[in-house]
T-cell receptor, first 112, second 114 residues
Framework: GENVEQHPSTLSVQEGDSAVIKCTYS??????FPWYKQELGKGPQLIID?????GEKKDQRIAVTLNKTAKHFSLHITETQPEDSAVYFC???????????FGAGTRLTVKP | NAGVMQNPRHLVRRRGQEARLRCSPM?????VYWYRQLPEEGLKFMVY????????ESGMPKERFSAEFPKEGPSILRIQQVVRGDSAAYFC????????????FGEGSRLTVL
């Protein structure tokens, strides 16, 4: 089955700096790659996703890039703000939501 | 439009007791997923259900764990004879269909086994 690895496990940046989180996946047939943000005591919430027919997607300060050849994808957050502090999860999926597999998460801390 | 509702938010059980976790999906969603999250770890898929049917239970332990999604009422994750290793956050998610797309998560039920 699919295996997703995520790095780094923790990331600390100054407010205004950029943050990059990277994930690799094992199944070359995977074609859907979402990113979820989990705030303390809350459930994960989708922030951006990308399908394998595009290489990059952007939504205001966040962007995701996908390299299908290398089987890795990354989350980029620019101009970070304290409210960006949370745990971020990447995931990869093939056909259905029940085959979606999540990375172990990255705890991002943005220092004011 | 209410989101995914989970209860209880916190549950404390002694070893050997039973834990029942409930999940009401978003209105209009008929697909429910249960995940387990251990401290500092990711979300581990447990089971996928549609109304009255278990579609995929490949991530659920064979013993002590069961899930249902009846025609009426919430989905229930049941853990019998709990052990300390069952202590975790259990998240429910729902979606309008089964194909890949956004999962809508509840706020989780945190089980502590003493």
């Amino acid at each position: 089955g699919e295996n997703v690895e995520q790095h780094p496990s923790t990331l600390s940046v100054q407010e205004g700096d950029s943050a990059v989180i990277k994930c690799t996946y094992s199944d070359s047939a995977s074609n859907y790659f979402p990113w979820y943000k989990q705030e303390l005591g809350k459930g994960p919430q989708l922030i951006i996703d990308i399908r394998s027919n595009v290489g990059e997607k952007k939504d205001q300060r966040i962007a995701v890039t996908l390299n299908k050849t290398a089987k890795h994808f990354s989350l980029h957050i620019t101009e970070t703000q304290p409210e960006d502090s949370a745990v971020y999860f990447c995931a990869a999926s093939l056909y259905n939501n029940n085959d979606m597999r999540f990375g172990a998460g990255t705890r991002l801390t943005v220092k004011p | 439009n209410a989101g995914v509702m989970q209860n209880p938010r916190h549950l404390v059980r002694r070893r050997g007791q039973e834990a029942r976790l409930r999940c009401s999906p978003m209105k209009g969603h008929s697909h429910v997923y249960w995940y387990r999250q251990l401290p500092e770890e990711g979300l581990k898929f447990m089971v996928y259900l549609q109304k009255e049917n278990i579609i995929d239970e490949s991530g659920m332990p064979k013993e002590r764990f069961s899930a249902e999604f009846p025609k009426e009422g919430p989905s229930i994750l049941r853990i019998q004879q709990v052990v300390r290793g069952d202590s975790a956050a259990y998240f429910c998610a729902s979606s309008p269909g089964g194909a890949t797309g956004e999962l809508f998560f509840g706020e989780g039920s945190r089980l502590t086994v003493l």
